[in-house]
């Protein structure tokens, strides 16, 4: 899907949408949609769940040996995984050993494989392709911590998962993922875009 035809249907979405009910899955996607033209008086708010019976900690508290950062999800540019190789990239530079792993598959793969290589840090950063649904929930539970660095989510539901398997998020200071990251509790928001503060927020969650 191009740029040009998301805006477009967009811009279809608002209009059709202006005046008739709605349902967010989250109180800052409510408001991202008002400012896009829609009555937040029409607009009912109801979250996400997850199963918390097949999201749990692991059973012996296993991590891998190494610290390990993880993204699960879409290989799309807009994900903002790019964010997260910069990150690995300035941790390495500064002497702090983290893996970033890259679960998911999509068209952004073989640019961030380049970026990762240009920056020198091929070897921190495991692309695992697409993920069955008992290697995520592996994942989730041995990962030291899950990041999701996207401008603009509807909601965090992988914060969510990961949360429940005792893993803490770094997630983007966005609409959606603000409501979904109890920061300072459960993880810690970063402004978007902001690789220096990303890496710091890595590097004291390590700690």
């Known amino acids: 899907m191009t740029t040009s035809f998301r805006r477009r249907a967009r811009f279809f979405l608002t209009a059709c949408s202006r005046t008739a009910p709605t349902i967010a899955v989250s109180a800052s996607t409510r408001e991202d949609l008002g400012r896009r033209g829609l009555d937040t008086n029409r607009i009912e708010v109801i979250p996400n769940g997850i199963d918390l019976e097949h999201y749990t900690p692991h059973p012996e508290g296993l991590r891998t040996p190494e610290p390990s950062l993880l993204f699960l999800g879409r290989l799309k540019k807009y994900k903002g995984v790019e964010l997260l190789v910069r990150a690995v990239a300035v941790?390495?530079?500064?002497?702090?050993?983290?893996?970033?792993?890259?679960?998911?598959?999509?068209?952004?793969?073989?640019?961030?494989?380049?970026?990762?290589?240009?920056?020198?840090?091929?070897?921190?950063?495991?692309?695992?392709?697409?993920?069955?649904?008992?290697?995520?929930?592996?994942?989730?539970?041995?990962?030291?911590?899950?990041?999701?660095?996207?401008?603009?989510?509807?909601?965090?539901?992988?914060?969510?998962?990961?949360?429940?398997?005792?893993?803490?998020?770094?997630?983007?200071?966005?609409?959606?993922?603000?409501?979904?990251?109890?920061?300072?509790?459960?993880?810690?928001?970063?402004?978007?875009?902001?690789?220096?503060?990303?890496?710091?927020?890595?590097?004291?969650?390590?700690?």
Request: aromatic share 4%; proline share 3%.
């Open 91 to 207: 941790l390495a530079s500064e002497g702090v050993q983290v893996t970033l792993r890259v679960g998911g598959s999509g068209n952004d793969r073989a640019r961030l494989e380049k970026i990762a290589l240009d920056l020198g840090v091929k070897d921190r950063v495991h692309f695992l392709g697409f993920v069955k649904e008992e290697e995520k929930l592996e994942l989730f539970r041995t990962s030291w911590l899950h990041a999701l660095t996207s401008p603009n989510e509807g909601w965090g539901i992988s914060i969510m998962e990961a949360s429940a398997c005792g893993t803490p998020s770094i997630a983007s200071d966005a609409p959606g993922l603000r409501e979904s990251v109890v920061d300072g509790e459960t993880g810690l928001l970063v402004p978007h875009g902001d690789v220096r503060t990303l890496a710091n927020s890595i590097a004291s969650l390590l700690e």
